[in-house]
């Protein structure tokens, strides 16, 4: 198994930048493909990015792409999401996961951290 935990949440006017990173402990992080989803208020969990095990294929959601990055460190146990031009409908909880294939349904997640918030004001 795997634990893995969220920090670098916020309140960020639009068009800001936030960086979310993810620590993982107990089993090796490069073991899984880490992802990261999002849950605004009123919504279901969506799918946002993710890295593969070597960090050499990552794939974005279309509402997301270009102005998002994510890496990882498998070294360091960590993944990040570098979040440029935010916009207010990026406002959600933010979670980072881990699962032993890319799966881009909330419900086909093995591992789920307990999510930051990040706010975007208009």
């Known amino acids: 198994q795997v634990q893995v935990v969220e920090s670098g949440g916020g309140l960020v006017q639009a068009g800001g930048s936030l960086r979310l990173s993810c620590a993982a402990s107990?089993?090796?992080?490069?073991?899984?493909?880490v992802e990261w989803f999002r849950q605004a208020p009123g919504k279901e969990r969506e799918f946002v990015a993710a890295i593969t095990w070597s960090g050499s294929n990552k794939y974005y959601a279309d509402s997301v792409k270009g102005r998002f990055t994510i890496s990882r460190d498998n070294l360091k146990n960590t993944v990040s999401l570098q979040m440029n031009s935010l916009k207010p409908e990026d406002t959600a909880v933010y979670y980072c996961t881990a699962s032993y294939t890319i799966v881009t349904r909330a419900k086909d997640v093995s591992y789920w951290g307990q999510g930051t918030q990040v706010t975007v004001s208009s």
């Open positions: 107990g089993r090796p992080f490069s073991t899984y493909v």
